[in-house]
Nanobody, 114 residues
Framework: QVQLVESGGGLVQAGGSLRLSCAASGSIFSINAMGWYRQAPGKQRELVARITSGGSTIYADSVKGRFTISRDNAKNTVYLQMNGLKPEDTAVYYC????????WGQGTQVTVSS
């Protein structure tokens, strides 16, 4: 079992920045990759960024150049640094971990005002 706890969401003006954190606990040795997804009202959940255990990263085209995913292995934590936020980034952001199963955090709201 893997437990994920997210933090760092909030309300920010367009052009601002936020950093999301996702702390993993439990069977963290089994995790192959961690990532961030988001879901806006009325839309499907979509991948924002992912980082593998080897450090490889992928990003959604809509956030490339603005968001950066990183990890601190000592703290078992993955971060999502979000710069240049836009109103269309408004969503609930979910942390995700892929091991033998897929695990999800509880979600954190990010609201970007215009």
């Amino acid at each position: 079992q893997v437990q994920l706890v997210e933090s760092g969401g909030g309300l920010v003006q367009a052009g601002g920045s936020l950093r999301l954190s996702c702390a993993a606990s439990g069977s963290i040795f089994s995790i192959n990759a961690m990532g961030w997804y988001r879901q806006a009202p009325g839309k499907q959940r979509e991948l924002v960024a992912r980082i593998t255990s080897g450090g490889s990263t992928i990003y959604a085209d809509s956030v490339k150049g603005r968001f950066t995913i990183s990890r601190d292995n000592a703290k078992n934590t993955v971060y999502l640094q979000m710069n240049g936020l836009k109103p269309e980034d408004t969503a609930v952001y979910y942390c995700n971990a892929v091991a033998r199963m897929v695990y999800w955090g509880q979600g954190t709201q990010v609201t970007v005002s215009s």
